[in-house]
């Protein structure tokens, strides 16, 4: 089965930078679009950042100029770099994938990784 493991998460202050790590595993599996996406407290999730497996981006307006994706196919594992954080950046963020096999093409998340912008 698919398994998505985040790391990386924390308490930074504002204007701090923080590193997202998210490594896929799934034997017989294809990890196509892979992205960060967040939630904070009484808010629906929102899409953050994804990125396509030949390595194109795409941000939301809220980050853009101070979030980095980037992935690494031999490792399946996708980053988020995060600079010059906001109080307002605070949720947990889950990394979400794409993977394909043979006989399925589903999404997939992982369980999740707190971070906290104090101001």
């Known amino acids: 089965q698919v398994q998505l493991v985040e790391s990386g998460g924390g308490l930074v202050q504002a204007g701090g930078s923080l590193n997202l790590s998210c490594a896929a595993s799934?034997?017989?599996?294809?990890?196509?679009?892979m992205g960060w996406y967040r939630q904070a407290p009484g808010k629906q999730r929102e899409a953050v950042a994804d990125?396509?497996?030949?390595?194109?981006?795409n941000y939301a307006d809220s980050v853009k100029g101070r979030f980095t994706i980037s992935r690494d196919n031999a490792k399946n594992t996708v980053y988020l770099q995060m600079n010059s954080l906001k109080p307002e950046d605070t949720a947990v963020y889950y990394c979400?994938?794409?993977?394909?096999?043979?006989?399925?093409?589903?999404?997939?998340w992982g369980q999740g990784t707190q971070v906290t912008v104090s101001s």
């Open positions: 990125i396509t497996r030949g390595g194109t981006p």
């Open positions: 979400g994938a794409q993977a394909s096999s043979w006989y399925s093409n589903s999404q997939y």
């Open positions: 799934g034997r017989g599996f294809r990890f196509n679009t």
